[in-house]
């Protein structure tokens, strides 16, 4: 999976193909002074700042016609403290750069999201989470943060350091300032063994609750149009490590789950009538499997169609009557889906504005392949989400304004008194924060 696509005339597109901007300029600091320094000339010729990593959110959170700031030269891990069991990395870092040398050092992250293109400061400053029945997001794993604020200062937040900040600064959206280092807990790597096997759609919600009862880790994919699911549990394993072999996980993770889908998807967008018989053709095509493997090997996928998504996370014990909800919505519309649904879950955490604060919740996440109108299935299933008091993950299409979020996030304004004071000139603002946090 590449980054996003930027230099072409100036402009900067995200992953997904659908967010585009021109920024005055660009800006790729080498040090945390020199990105100070680039925050202070940007209020100086009175242009908007705004960081960007590897454009995986499919929102215009990003986006500026200011000064584009790109982490790429602050990576790599700054400390590793086995006293105390934290990691401080640098904030440009990708998550895959991450896992891997955690691993080498024999440490982990405890939890993980399914793909790890993005840097750290973009996947939690906008919420980016894998599935877990007591473990959260990844933002939830911050012990402590970086951050340049407005007027070029540099703030240390934790705990018992600016807590304020620290407890919205951990999904900031960007509004807060620029993050340029994390620290995570981390842990002694450990082994999971997933199990992955069909499911029907019936069955698994049915079951959904003791389902997520019995495991750490569990979530699973509908195909719409049909009653199928393929559903993953990952529990930790006192081993052996017996992994995927490399030829099978080749012809089911790469051949299948990428290449023939994506021919699939093609074909789908080419000719939609044949999108519900493809569904069921796919439903079929991965078998049950299980394999045991360190966290990022098991929780980590690639993911090489391009699509365009929405998720929102709903209290958990909203998620089947939602999900029943959204399947009689595609059968009724006459809409054709060829991507499947994804839903997972997360424990209530304490951080201000994640999507998970102070409930259990659960993700259910809409895809369409990329190229594809997405707008009426997104608006439709926008609108199931919402009657639940749903969340939209700030990374993903949706369009939710500040007075909505005003009544689903108890503590939501809390984080905008503090941008008052972090950010009282707007230097952060775009036209995305402008609407979900206000002027």
Known sequence: MSTAASAKNGTWRNWGGNVAARPAREVTPASVDELAAAVRKAAED??????????????SIAATDGVLIRPQLLTGIRDIDRDAMTVTVEAGTPLKRLNVALAREGLSLTNMGDIMEQTVSGATSTGTHGTGRE???????????????????????????????FAAARIGLGALGVVTALTFT?????????????????KVTSAFDELWAEN??????????????????????????????????WIEDEFLSNG???????????????????????????????????????????????????????????????????????????????????????????????????RDSAYIAVHMVKGTPYQAYFTAAERIFTAHEGRPHWGKVHTRDAEYFAGVYPRFGEFTALRDRLDPDRRFQNDYLRRVLGA
């Not at 981390?186 to 019936?202: G, N, Y």
């Not at 959204?326 to 997360?346: D, H, I, N, Y």
Request: proline letters at 7%; one cysteine or more; a neutral charge.
């Open 135 to 165: 473990s959260g997001s990844i933002a939830a794993q911050i012990k402590g943060l970086e951050l340049v604020t407005a007027d070029g200062s540099v703030l240390s937040c934790s705990e018992k350091e600016n807590p304020e900040v």
């Open 260 to 358: 023939v889908f994506q021919v699939a998807q093609w074909v789908g967008r080419a000719a939609p009538g044949t999108i519900p018989s493809i569904a069921r053709i796919s439903s079929k095509a991965l078998s049950a499997r299980t394999y045991t493997d360190i966290p990022y090997k098991v929780f980590t996928s690639p993911r090489r169609v391009r699509f365009v998504e929405m998720e929102y996370a709903v209290p958990r014990e909203a998620v089947v009557e939602t999900l029943r909800e959204l399947r009689t919505m595609v059968e009724r519309s006459g809409l054709k889906v060829s991507f499947p649904v994804e839903v997972r879950t997360a424990p209530a955490d304490d951080i201000t504005l994640s999507t998970a604060s102070g």
């Open 46 to 59: 009175g242009l908007k700042v705004k960081a960007v990593g590897t454009g995986h959110s499919f929102t």
């Open 216 to 249: 750490e880790h569990f979530e699973f994919y509908w195909f719409p149009h049909t009653g199928s699911t393929n559903t993953k549990r990952n529990n930790r394993s006192a081993g052996p490590e017996k992994p995927v072999p490399q030829i099978q996980g």
């Open 186 to 202: 981390v842990e002694p790597i450990f082994l999971l063994t997933a199990r992955e096997e069909p499911m029907s759609f019936d």
